[in-house]
């Protein structure tokens, strides 16, 4: 499969813990996305990078949310002291950085925060 | 906000065309109008995006008005795994930091 993986598909985990999701973007692909959804909700906008360089950051990416793409290629979405109201799904999604080209989406990691 | 205006739900009859509409009266001359759906619990699958002209793949066509301020989706004979949220959005695509998205059209089909 070439498309955009992520890693882990589910997570549980208790209030307080850190968690740590993975993506692997579409080969050559130079943009990497992270977005957010929440039931009955589309998804929203965290962050992005452009090769190894984050161009841009929600509002929503509160600071205990940290996102990194060390080497231009995966990227990985910390939450530290997870919140119940960090439960939802985090999509990754990924791109080359030009007009007109499509945006191509992973599958998700669903977080539920206990 | 979101720059698209869609309905929030259809039904369409399986086998029969589904036709969804939506209104972007403020898209600027060099967005996109892009469709994703997304299926229960997965992440938002790509269908087709258009500029100015009509477009057409194997998962479905897209037609603009000439003024650009609607499109409509067609998907020619739905079936039920079309059955989905689908989401408008006007973007520059890659060159663009984030897409925003709306609430979208749920989609049901029916036997």
């Known amino acids: 499969d070439t498309g955009v993986s992520q890693d882990p598909r589910h997570k549980i985990t208790k209030r307080g813990q850190n968690v740590t999701f993975r993506c692997d973007p579409i080969?050559?692909?130079?943009?990497l996305y992270w977005y957010r959804q929440t039931l009955g909700q589309g998804p929203e906008f965290l962050t992005y990078?452009?090769?190894?360089?984050?161009?841009?950051k929600s509002r929503l990416l509160s600071d205990r949310f940290s996102a990194e793409r060390p080497k231009g290629s995966f990227s990985t979405l910390e939450i530290q002291r997870t919140e119940q109201g960090d439960s939802a799904m985090y999509l990754c999604a990924s791109s080359f950085g030009q007009h007109g080209n499509t945006i191509y989406f992973g599958e998700g990691s669903w977080l539920t925060v206990v | 906000d979101a720059k698209t205006t869609q309905p929030p739900s259809m039904d369409c009859a399986e086998g029969r065309a589904a036709n969804l509409p939506c209104n972007h009266s403020?898209?600027?001359?060099?967005?996109?109008v892009y469709w994703y759906r997304q299926i229960h619990s997965q992440g938002p699958q790509y269908i087709i995006h258009?500029?100015?002209n009509n477009e057409t793949n194997e998962m479905a066509s897209l037609i603009i008005t000439e003024d650009r301020k609607s499109s409509t989706l067609i998907l020619p004979h739905a079936t039920l795994r079309d059955t989905a949220v689908y989401y408008c959005?006007?973007?520059?695509?890659?060159?663009?930091?984030?897409?925003?998205f709306g609430k979208g059209t749920k989609l049901s089909v029916k036997p």
């Open positions: 403020t898209i600027s001359g060099n967005e996109y």
């Open positions: 990078f452009q090769n190894e360089a984050q161009l841009e």
């Open positions: 959005i006007v973007s520059l695509g890659g060159s663009q930091g984030n897409l925003i």
């Open positions: 080969s050559e692909h130079n943009r």
């Open positions: 258009g500029l100015k």
